[in-house]
């Protein structure tokens, strides 16, 4: 298994300029999770999804869209990029099955370094 | 809102020494989750857990539920061991989903 795959690892942006990060995983879980990570700061959750077709905005959704078609795939769009969105951008993944105790032991991709100037 | 605060904020050592590395949070959560953070960024989980203890290797994680508070400790502590050491606590979103929040982590170094 690959486990949880990012691209791309590193991006420069320029002001106003759009791009999707993306993530995938090849372990069946149904929980995918985009966090970002600001120096000196915990992760912040972006968004999250619960499976194919269902998304949900995490504490920090704003300038971001996420889509879920498949379970393998979860990209993150960034729209009118801003140099506040600099940061390193992680996309985990876990299992929980449906009708039991919440597992939540989360998978991480390598990560994305975005800059945008 | 649940803080998570951890102690120190940094950490060198020398090889050999015993490690502990400590994790605070303000309300109840569901379980606690050790991570590490490598050098070049990748994040691997280490530990979950909800009550007492659990080891694996020279790691070993506690929880003190009424305290509200965890520990990692390293034992025989090893370069390799270097890394940033991440608390986070799991909590309730609403339909039954829940969210992890997470302390800054701890920058641990260890020399030769």
């Known amino acids: 298994n690959a486990g949880v795959t990012q691209t791309p690892k590193f991006r420069i942006l320029k002001i106003g300029q759009s791009m999707t990060l993306q993530c995938a995983q090849d372990?069946?879980?149904?929980?995918m999770y985009w966090y970002r990570q600001d120096p000196g700061m915990g992760l912040k959750l972006i968004y999250y999804?619960?499976?194919?077709?269902?998304?949900d905005k995490g504490e920090v959704p704003n300038g971001y869209n996420v889509s879920r078609s498949t379970t393998e795939y979860f990209p993150l769009r960034l729209e009118l990029a801003a140099p506040s969105q600099t940061s390193v951008y992680f996309c985990a993944s876990s299992y929980n099955p449906p009708g039991q105790p919440k597992n939540n032991e989360q998978f991480f991709g390598p990560g994305t370094r975005l800059t945008v100037l | 809102k649940n803080e998570v605060e951890q102690s120190p904020q940094n950490l060198t050592a020398q090889e050999g020494e015993f490690i502990t590395i400590n994790c605070s949070y303000s309300v109840g959560i569901s379980a606690l989750h050790w991570l590490q953070q490598h050098p070049g960024g990748g994040i691997v989980s280490l530990f979950m857990?909800?009550?007492g203890k659990k080891k694996h290797g020279r790691l070993i994680a506690t929880i003190n539920i009424q305290e509200k508070h965890s520990s990692l400790h390293i034992t025989a502590s090893h370069p390799r061991d270097s890394a940033v050491y991440i608390c986070a606590v799991s909590h309730p979103l609403d339909f039954g989903n829940e969210k992890l929040t997470f302390g800054t982590g701890t920058r641990l170094t260890i020399i030769p």
């Open positions: 999804s619960v499976g194919a077709g269902i998304t």
């Open positions: 372990m069946n879980h149904n929980y």
């Open positions: 857990l909800s009550s």
